[in-house]
């Protein structure tokens, strides 16, 4: 069964930084394309950032580009999100997820993956 987990996220003030992790059982994160999504209060799910096998690729929603930065380490098989002068509009639920079949053209279309975590709590408040 594949288990994702997230954790790191946390109560900040705003400028603030914060680094996500995101881990696997049941599959070998590293053969897989990873997706950050989070999800503010009363508002839809949306990606934040993407990385690819090998890091062949990353993509940024346009929100967080030059303030976020997505990358992932082999050795522990673990995906961070590194998020920094964060702003209270950051605020929300933030996910990682994959897919079997990963279509990087649509790395932010929630409808394509099929694992998730559980999500972890990001809050961006003075």
């Known amino acids: 069964q594949v288990q994702l987990v997230e954790s790191g996220g946390g109560l900040v003030q705003p400028g603030g930084s914060l680094r996500l992790s995101c881990i696997a059982s049941?599959?070998?994160?590293?053969?897989?394309?990873i997706t950050w999504f989070r999800q503010a209060p009363g508002k839809e799910r949306e990606g934040v950032s993407a990385?690819?096998?090998?890091?062949?690729?990353?993509y940024y929603a346009e929100s967080v580009k030059g303030r976020f930065t997505v990358s992932r380490e082999s050795a522990t098989e673990t995906v961070y999100l590194q998020m920094d002068n964060l702003l209270p509009e950051d605020t929300g639920v933030y996910y990682c997820?994959?897919?079997?079949?990963?279509?990087?053209?649509?790395?932010?279309?929630?409808?394509?993956?099929?694992?998730w975590g559980q999500g972890t709590q990001v809050t961006v408040s003075s």
């Open positions: 049941g599959l070998a994160l590293n053969y897989y394309s």
């Open positions: 997820a994959t897919a079997d079949r990963y279509f990087p053209s649509t790395w932010s279309r929630e409808s394509q993956y099929n694992s």
């Open positions: 990385i690819g096998i090998n890091n062949r690729f990353t």
